[in-house]
């Protein structure tokens, strides 16, 4: 399969057509060789540096929202005012640097076993994720 026609499966699996502006951000987000952290704001400002395209803040924010629904990118909420999204969509632990806003994988062997002591009733735990903030040793 081509990568074009992947980029179009993809989008149509999400519930969008396959516009000349959707296929510039599924080249961005997905022909890559190496998965990566953005928020909206980055994406477009990736976008138009790489494909040199101008496209609207709506489309690219709607196309990341339908990709993350889909289970082709994944969320992450820093705080109520921050979302970062993933390429990589395995489960997987995060450092969030706040010193420099940036988001830093963290593999699953380097983090301990975690034991949940209490669980929501009527549920079970699908996955466990950790985020773990770090900053500068000399700020309070």
């Known amino acids: 399969m081509n990568i074009n026609a992947d980029f179009v499966e993809k989008l149509r699996n999400s519930g969008l057509r396959p516009t000349k502006q959707r296929l510039k951000i599924c080249e961005v987000l997905f022909n890559t060789e190496k998965t990566f952290h953005f928020t909206i704001n980055d994406l477009s400002k990736i976008i138009k540096e790489k494909v040199n395209e101008k496209i609207s803040l709506a489309t690219v924010y709607n196309t990341v929202h339908a990709f993350k ?28 640097d706040e010193d420099t806003n940036q988001l830093i994988d ?19 735990v699908n996955s466990i994720e950790v985020l773990i903030k770090v900053k500068n ?4």
């Open 69 to 96: 629904k889909k289970g082709y990118l994944k969320e992450i909420s820093i705080n109520s005012d921050k979302s970062y999204f993933d390429t990589n969509t395995s489960v997987h632990h995060h450092f969030y």
């Open 106 to 124: 963290c593999h699953q062997n380097d983090i301990g076993n975690i034991s949940i002591k209490k669980n929501v009733t009527g549920k079970k």
């Open 137 to 140: 040793n000399n700020q309070n």
